[in-house]
């Protein structure tokens, strides 16, 4: 079973910048999307970025003109460049493979921002 495995993640200072990477084990096929999502403390998971496969990429207003997402096919890796960061964005970031009848999730990884 193909699983995702992120990396990147730690701690940054305020103004900061970090490039978390997720890596599929495997071949994919029949992705529509690939997301990143974040789940600060005590609350909900919330969408941050995405790249259709044949589509523009979005982003989520809190994010927008700071965060970057981009994909390597080849590598079957999905990126988040993340700079400006903010003590808000302090989160586990989880990508996310939207599949034609399924999704993959990786486990997620932990971004902390802080003097």
């Known amino acids: 079973q193909v699983q995702l495995a992120e990396s990147g993640g730690g701690l940054v200072q305020p103004g900061g910048s970090l490039r978390l990477s997720c890596v599929a084990s495997g071949s994919i096929s029949d992705i529509y999307a690939m997301n990143w999502y974040r789940q600060a403390p005590g609350k909900q998971r919330e969408w941050v970025a995405v790249?259709?496969?044949?589509?523009?990429?979005n982003y989520a207003d809190s994010v927008k003109g700071r965060f970057t997402i981009s994909r390597d096919a080849a590598k079957n890796t999905l990126y988040l460049q993340m700079n400006s960061l903010q003590p808000e964005d302090t989160a586990i970031y989880y990508c996310n493979f939207a599949l034609r009848g399924s999704n993959l999730w990786g486990q997620g990884i932990q971004v902390t921002v802080s003097l």
């Open positions: 790249i259709p496969i044949d589509s523009e990429v």
